[in-house]
């Protein structure tokens, strides 16, 4: 059976940091662009970060470019989502995800293999 669990959501305050792990079991995805999405209360799910296969290529949604980094453990299946200066627009669950392809995608339906979220609350 497949599973991606997230972990390291919580509360912080604004201008602090988390770190988002997402481990893969069941099977490997190092060829597998994988992705981080987000879903605030009342709001769709929204494209956060992507990153190819190799690591080589990231993708942000321009809310978060400069402040967030994506990046990835091969080896270890597991993927992870480096947040900085945080706001409290960025509260919302995150949630990790397979691609379907090698090259990392925006778009919510390119992605078949889903974690089951973590919370992030970001106080003013």
């Known amino acids: 059976q497949v599973q991606l669990v997230e972990s390291g959501g919580g509360l912080v305050q604004a201008g602090g940091s988390l770190r988002l792990s997402c481990a893969a079991s069941?099977?490997?995805?190092?060829?597998?662009?994988m992705g981080w999405f987000r879903q605030a209360p009342g709001k769709e799910r929204e494209f956060v970060a992507a990153?190819?296969?190799?690591?080589?290529?990231?993708y942000y949604a321009d809310s978060v470019k400069g402040r967030f980094t994506i990046s990835r453990n091969n080896a270890k299946n597991t993927w992870f989502l480096q947040m900085n200066s945080l706001k409290p627009e960025d509260t919302a669950v995150y949630y990790c995800?397979?691609?379907?392809?090698?090259?990392?995608?925006?778009?919510?339906?390119?992605?078949?293999?889903w974690g089951q979220g973590t919370q992030v609350t970001v106080s003013s």
């Open positions: 995800a397979a691609g379907r392809g090698l090259v990392g995608d925006t778009g919510i339906h390119e992605y078949d293999y």
């Open positions: 069941g099977r490997t995805f190092r060829s597998r662009a």
């Open positions: 990153i190819n296969w190799s690591g080589g290529s990231t």
